[in-house]
């Protein structure tokens, strides 16, 4: 069976926390509420739109809150954006590899489009997979499970790479091999939520001996 690699978006394929953290901080001051990065972390990151206001602002409809949150997260996204370091030469070693890849996010696919354009990177996946078109989001390994029968792969050949406590967790669910992202989080943290290993972007010399692993023989988990 052919190696998989599976990437998370946000956080992940690129650096996009800052714009996420500056829109919600500004949703919630229009709304009375100061909120910071810290916040931010513990209490939004990795978690959907819709939990997110049903519980800060069950007043409102979080279905619009939503939207709205992420019309103006597409507007303050660059045409351009520089992708994570070292992520183009790792696409090109895994097509070289005759690796499968697909992109697995909670973001929604206008967002996740937007992104991959960014970035320069539209047409580099198989598969996109997006978490509120499958019968559940993360942190629930559905959206893994579906990327792995998408590209036909055994969860045992697969490597999935993400930066949160939610999508770590959905990914090691869905048995594949799980690599953090310290991004926004330690590398403590990361492992405490699912990571069988954490790097620092994709140009880490410890993703090597990794790949190496993968491409070849497909890891132990």
Known sequence: MPPALLFDLDGTLLHSD?????????LYAERGRHIDQTYYLK?????????IFSRDF?????QALSEEKEARFRARLPARVDPMPGLGALLDRAEAAG???AVVTNAPRANALAMLG????????EALVVGDECARAKPDPTPYRVAMETLGVRPEDAMAF???PSGLRAARGASAFVVGLRSSLPHDRLIEAGAHASISDFSDPAL??????RFKTGAPQ
């Open 18 to 26: 800052p714009l996420h953290v500056a829109v919600f901080i500004e």
């Open 43 to 51: 209490q939004i990151h990795g978690r959907q739109n819709a939990e």
């Open 58 to 62: 069950p007043q409102e409809d979080p």
């Open 99 to 101: 690796a499968r890849m």
């Open 118 to 125: 960014a970035i320069g990177a539209t047409d580099r996946f």
């Open 162 to 164: 993400e930066d949160s």
């Open 208 to 213: 090597d001996p990794l790949l190496e692993t």
